[in-house]
């Protein structure tokens, strides 16, 4: 057991807040993703003993996936509507800027709640390989591994991405 335990906090820990990230972007909601984010990290526990290879970062972001799309289907099954958070984490405290002047902090927080909004508006197949290309630098084949498609679909999706949050950030100017 204590084995198991140093090689997951050697090997998975580290790629903690890619998880989350992930989670976070998957979810929409940062209690839906602490929530997918506990499940992984539990079954990743769990897993440890059964991971070949040294591809731990894909590996875990694959449970996440997994997480997230079993809680979507529980949700489901539920046939209910969740309310929205009364406070939500991104507008509930204060960005922590290097920039000296409160106008520059402002217009940054504004353009990344822009930026949430035009990524949460994207098809969940397309938010999730340009989140793992882009924030997560994670590689075509990595990506196809994460979301278990081929690689010339995550290439399709990731231009059909690109292009639908081009296409919604001009008209939002």
């Not at 990290?41 to 897993?47: C, K, S, T, Y």
């Not at 590996?59 to 997230?68: D, F």
């Not at 309310?83 to 106008?103: K, N, Y």
Request: charge should be negative.
């Amino acid at each position: 057991m204590n084995e198991q335990r140093a090689r997951f906090d050697a090997e998975v820990l580290p790629h903690l807040d890619a998880a989350y990230r992930f989670a976070r972007w998957l979810s929409r909601s940062p209690g839906d993703a602490d929530d997918v984010l506990q499940e992984a990290m539990l079954r990743a526990f769990r897993g440890i003993d059964g991971l070949r290879g040294s591809d731990v970062k894909s590996w875990l972001l694959t449970i996440v996936r997994n997480c997230h799309i079993t809680a979507v289907t529980q949700l489901n099954r539920r046939s209910f509507v969740p309310l929205p958070e009364e406070h939500d984490s991104r507008d509930g405290h204060a960005m922590i800027s290097t920039a000296p002047d409160p106008e520059s902090a402002s217009m940054l927080r504004d353009d990344e709640r822009t930026l949430d909004r035009l990524m949460s508006a994207l098809p969940e197949e397309h938010r999730e390989v340009l989140v793992l290309r882009e924030i997560e630098d994670l590689g075509y084949r990595e990506i196809a591994a994460v979301t278990n498609v081929p690689i010339g679909t995550v290439m399709s999706r990731l231009a059909r991405a690109r292009a639908a949050l081009k296409e919604a950030a001009r008209a939002v100017r």
